[in-house]
């Protein structure tokens, strides 16, 4: 079965960096598309930063370009999330998420969230 395991995550002060890693299994990780979401408490889970099957492409919220990095690993299955000059806005639960491929279909799976909090 599909899963998807998010580390990283903790208590940071501002202008601080985290890095988390997701680890999939289950599915082919080299033909997916990977994607790191947020929630804050009484908001919406936002897209942060998104990643082609390949590592060609990349997208990112407006509000982390240029602080955050998304990365993969596809020999290690893994996806990372670097984030860099973190502010007390960044504070969230930090999803992975994962659409992949199988048979023409598409399907997607979230991890269970890792927490972020950003705070002096």
Excluded: H
């Excluded at 002060?13 to 990977?34: D, E, K, T, Y």
């Excluded at 408490?41 to 060609?56: F, H, M, N, T, Y």
């Excluded at 992949?100 to 950003?118: A, F, H, I, K, L």
């Amino acid at each position: 079965q599909v899963q998807l395991v998010e580390s990283g995550g903790g208590l940071v002060q501002p202008g601080g960096s985290l890095r988390l890693s997701c680890a999939a299994s289950g599915f082919i990780f080299s033909n997916s598309v990977m994607s790191w979401y947020r929630q804050a408490p009484g908001k919406e889970r936002e897209l942060v930063a998104g990643i082609s099957s390949d590592g060609g492409s990349t997208n990112y919220a407006d509000s982390v370009k240029g602080r955050f990095t998304i990365s993969r690993d596809n020999a290690k299955n893994t996806v990372y999330l670097q984030m860099n000059s973190l502010k007390p806005e960044d504070t969230a639960v930090y999803y992975c998420k994962a659409r992949y491929y199988s048979g023409g279909d598409s399907s997607d799976d979230w991890g269970q969230g890792t927490q972020v909090t950003v705070s002096s």
